[in-house]
Structure formats: structure tokens, C-alpha cells
DNA sequence: CTTTGTCAATCTGTATGCATATTCCCCTGG
DNA sequence: CCAGGGGAATATGCATACAGATTGACAAAG
């Protein structure tokens, strides 16, 4: 792989842990200093990051960090739900017993999680979780889709550990879920995704909307 | 704007357009010599087509315009299914009086068209139409990914100029959506969108396999 | 004291140069 | 006549150089 291509990754990494938090600058030079290279392969990087909408670039002014508005963040909360019902829809018409194990897997991995009451390793198993829903769509386009726009509201997640009892309520609606999966049953599976990562979205433009009107004031 | 900006979408329409066919090579110096710039910005175009999925990459090996499989190609028209199906399903439930005067006026554009039995003409319109629904979801986001899939997918829309009395059905599946987005009916337009959509990629696919079949022998 | 204009420093965008990997062609051997 | 290997040509990937724009500060005027 090329230098540019583990640049992106590392940056992308960096964005997604929340390393470089939303609004950051993103300094030409001075990224080509921390990682040893010249600023080509480090524009070349930015300039990825940039068309997949994980930074923001403005002529002459260099890129930043996307920092979404809160209206955006919603429509994009609001797609990511409409995507993966798709998936569960697709999923439940589609399931192999592969797909059956890794999801139960992948649900009894979240339940240990919670049982720790260790956040960050709860949310870990949740990507897992939800990956698996991906791949069992069956469709590697659309899973590609919805591992992409997860990844692009990563940096937003982390916010939620700030929010009580969701966690329980998330394990609670991961069982619906995977239950309707199971039985094939294409709507139920799809409503019950498409609620879940909605109600999400809303505690999460809650709490942006709520960071922001005190910092603006 | 910079060069590498206005070269992206020269590029990118000459790809959309159908000038650039899937499989052709991009060659940096010729592209370069082409447009009178230097490598640079070319580079920087083509990376951002690469990141939107336009083109593929391989180290070493230059640029090529995507050429799909025919399992990926359906798997597209899936995706791009169940997108509009969701734009459909907020655009029930949120169209405005101007999106309903845009919906209209897109339909009597494409009945027009149909009319003329200009095939491109009605293509256009239908483009048109589609738009209008993607903006009627009042989600900026998701909008901006229907657009883009569709822009992704156009290449191959262009094969579609063969299949026969595709168009009066085409034409009969518009109407009927437009009539359950004006009633509200947030189910029944999303369905009606998913099973347009989808029967236009089995179509495709089908000629895809069809032509792909031959050459392959 | 505030505001505006100018200048300097800095950073982006593009061009060019160079090293290396790949590819294609030709030559040699069987 | 065909297959395999080696070398030259070519193209990519990165580094460096340069021009133009933006930003920030500082000074001068109101």
C-alpha cells in the first residue's frame, strides 16, 4: 500500500477515535512533519478524507475536521437509520446460518459488555453488532454504504457516554432485533432498526444542540 | 475553484456522460497533456473520483474507470432502491405545497418527453423527477447520497436506451408514485419507488450479463 | 480608543524532478 | 515454433521548488 493510503487511514483513525476532534485543523506541513513525509502524500490523504466528507476542505484555507451542524447531524442520523433497516430488511429475508451465529455472537458480546458496565467496550461490540446486521443484508454495496456513514458519525458517538441509560435500553432493543431477524420477519426487523438508531440520533442532536447553545452564548 | 476541482468534474461528467467508458485507462501525463496542466491536480482528481467510487485505483498501476461486476451492478441498484424507497417514505410524510408544484411539473415533463418518444429527453426528465423526490425527503444528507449513487450508476443507465416499452411502464410507475407521495401514503410510496428502482436493476444487469456474456466467449 | 490600510509571514495549489515498480518486447534456449 | 527470462521503456508515487492568496499584526488616522 502506498504512503498516502496508510496516511488516510491513520488520519481517518485519528478523526473516528476523536484524536482530532470535530472543527480541527488539519496543518499541511505540519502532519508532514509528524509522519515523516512530504506534503504530497499528505494532500493526497486530506484530499480523500475530504470527498468522503470526513473533512472539509475551503480554498486556499485548507481542511478541518467536518464539524457538522446539528440539522445536518439529524438528516445524517436520520439516513443512517433508513439504511439500516434496509439492511435488516434485506437480512431478514436473506439470513444464513452464518449470519444467525455471528449475530447472536455478536449479541452475547454486547451483553457481557453491559454485565461490566464498561462503556467504551460496550460501544466496541456495538459496532460489531451492527456490522454483522450489515453483512448479513447480503448486499457488500450497501454494507459498504452503512460501515462508511457509521464510521463518518463515529467522532459524534463518543458524546453519547454522557447520556444514562441508554444502554440498557439499547441491549433491550439489540434482543428485539435480532429476534425479528431471526424469524425472517422483514418489516418488524427493519422498524426495529430504523427506531433504534433514530432515537439515537435524537438523544445525540439533543445533547450537540445542548453543547452548543451554552459555548455560543 | 482550483484546477483540480474543475478537473474532477470534467472527468467525472465525461464518465457520467458515458465518453469515458468502464474499463478505460486514465493515463496521468495524457489526461494532463489533455487539460494543459501538469500531473498534480490531475492526481488529485482522480484520487477524489477514486474516493467516491468513480474510478479504482491500484498501486503502481494507474486509474481505470470502475467497471462493475454484474452482482456489484445489481447490488447497486438494490442499494439505490432502497434509497429513493426512504426518500419516498419522508417525502410522504413531510411534502410541502412547492414539492408537490415540483413533483407535478417533473411528471408533466416526462409525460411530455414521452410523447416526443425522444428516449433521451425522457431520461432526462426522469433525472429530473427522481431530484425532486431525493429534495421532497427534506433531508439534505440523504438527498446528497441518492444523487451521488445516481450520478455513480448513470454509466450504465445509458444501456437501458435498448430495452424496449420500458418507458409507457416507467411513465405508469411515475404516476402512481406521485399519487401515493400527494396522499400521504408513506408505505405504499416507498414501495412503489424500491420495486421501480429494482426492476430497472434487474433489467440492467440483465443486459450487463448479456453483453458480458458474448465478449467473455 | 477604535478602525482601517498596508505589509509581512505563512500556507495552499501547481509544476517539475527523481527513484522505483511494472510492463512489454525481444532474445535465447529447448 | 513456443516458452521463459532479461532489459529497456514507461508510468506511478513521492519530494522539492515556486507562485499566489490569505491571514494576522502593526501602525496611522479619525
Known amino acids: 500500500m502506498s504512503h498516502a493510503q496508510r496516511l488516510r487511514q491513520r488520519i481517518e483513525d485519528e478523526i473516528v477515535s476523536g484524536d482530532l476532534a470535530p472543527g480541527s485543523r488539519l496543518d499541511e506541513s505540519q502532519l508532514a512533519a509528524r509522519f515523516g513525509v512530504s506534503r504530497t502524500p499528505i494532500r493526497e490523504a486530506l484530499l480523500q478524507l475530504a470527498a468522503t466528507g470526513l473533512v472539509q476542505t475551503k480554498p486556499r484555507r485548507g481542511a478541518i475536521v467536518t464539524a457538522s451542524e446539528p440539522h445536518l447531524l439529524l438528516a445524517m442520523f436520520e439516513t443512517m437509520a433508513e439504511i439500516e433497516a434496509a439492511c435488516g430488511r434485506l ?3 436473506r439470513l444464513a446460518a452464518a449470519d444467525a451465529a455471528a449475530l447472536t455472537a455478536a449479541l452475547d458480546g454486547c451483553r457481557a459488555a453491559l454485565a461490566t458496565t464498561d462503556t467504551e467496550a460496550y460501544y466496541a461490540e456495538n459496532y460489531v453488532f451492527h ?79 445542548g453543547l452548543r447553545a451554552p459555548s455560543a452564548a
Chains 1, 2 share one sequence.
Open 91 to 93: 437480512a431478514a429475508r
Open 131 to 209: 456490522a454483522a446486521i450489515y453483512r448479513a443484508s447480503h448486499n457488500a454495496f450497501l454494507a459498504d454504504q452503512a460501515l462508511s456513514l457509521h464510521r463518518r458519525l463515529a467522532p459524534y458517538r463518543r458524546l453519547q457516554l454522557r447520556v444514562r441509560q441508554r444502554l440498557p435500553q439499547s441491549m433491550a432493543e439489540h434482543e428485539g432485533i435480532v429476534a425479528a431477524l431471526l424469524a425472517g420477519e422483514e418489516t418488524k426487523a427493519a422498524d426495529a432498526l430504523r427506531s433504534h438508531v433514530l432515537v439515537q440520533g435524537d438523544r445525540f442532536t439533543d445533547l450537540i444542540a
